[in-house]
């Protein structure tokens, strides 16, 4: 089976619960590790289309719940690690003071690497509520817009039996230039705290 036939093959399935099912159980795993969580929005959205979105925004909160835990276990450890080191050598954490600062946690959150995101904040003395809270509202606006994307290109593929993509429907169209703008804006912003506090 060719990749075409397999997108379209996926694009059209009446798979069952118990695929939904297993593709949340995934999804949190996969959340978990340094994954892209962009990769598992798009695999659900795909797969299962706004069902698939559901999926993911369900498997956000339990997923970073894991990466909490074990990042808090083995912290010692952790910051040992080069990238960590570095952080923790120049003070970046306490100049920022960002677990205190919500609008940092948002921005940095919906714009930065989740798996990344999610290692650093368990390093802090972040509570748990505030970091749920934080990964739920953050990720929201992403997971939306690249869902609204997937979609599109998903209910193209099964309308035109074809692995073809309208590139001029706004539905694709508006979402991908939001997404494009956040994470600039985004990157921005966080160049500009950072410069800010230095």
Do not use: C, Q
């Amino acid at each position: 089976m060719s990749i075409e036939e397999t997108l379209l093959y996926l694009a059209n399935n009446n798979f069952t619960f118990e695929y939904i099912f297993v593709f949340f159980i995934l999804s949190i795993i996969g959340l978990s590790l340094p994954i892209p969580y962009t990769f598992i929005i798009v695999s659900n959205v795909y797969v299962f289309g706004w069902t698939g979105f559901f999926i993911v925004i369900l498997s956000v909160p339990f997923g970073s719940l894991i990466t909490f835990y074990y990042i808090k276990k083995f912290s010692y450890y952790i910051k040992k690690i080069k990238f960590f080191h570095k952080i923790y050598n120049n003070k970046l954490i306490n100049k920022i003071e960002f677990h205190n600062n919500i609008y940092v946690l948002l921005v940095t959150r919906a714009t930065l690497p989740f798996f990344l995101v999610s290692a650093i904040y368990s390093l802090t003395n972040i509570s748990l509520k505030k970091y749920l809270y934080t990964t739920v509202i953050g990720t929201f606006s992403n997971i939306l817009l690249v869902s609204f994307i997937v979609n599109n290109i998903r209910d193209t593929i099964i309308n035109y039996n074809n692995f073809v993509i309208s590139w001029k429907d706004p539905r694709f169209i508006f979402p991908l230039i939001v997404l494009i703008l956040l994470v600039y804006l985004g990157k921005k912003m966080n160049i500009k705290i950072f410069e800010d506090k230095n």
